[in-house]
């Protein structure tokens, strides 16, 4: 990825699956955002609880296990509270 260019930074920090770090092959930097907004739209809390199980008793642990299921953007319900 280095010698192809794709490396977007070097700040280990934010090696933490909740930033982009390199360029994927054969993805325009336009693709990546749309995947993003994509992405926050499937982890935003509406979207989360539009999902909901029918049965009032799976309730609970389906949002547990939405929001122990982390966004990879970053940017939807567990990494950053927005969405």
């Known amino acids: 990825m280095e010698r192809d260019g794709r490396l977007l930074h070097r700040n280990w920090e934010l090696y933490d699956t909740a930033h ?28 989360i609880w539009r999902r909901r199980p029918e049965d009032s008793g799976a309730v609970l642990s389906y949002l547990a296990m939405s929001y122990l299921i982390s966004d990879p953007t970053g940017s939807g319900t567990s990494s950053s509270g927005t969405g």
């Open 20 to 47: 982009a770090v390199f360029q994927p092959r054969h993805m325009t930097p336009r693709s990546s955002r749309k995947l993003r907004l994509v992405l926050r739209e499937i982890f935003s809390h509406r979207s």
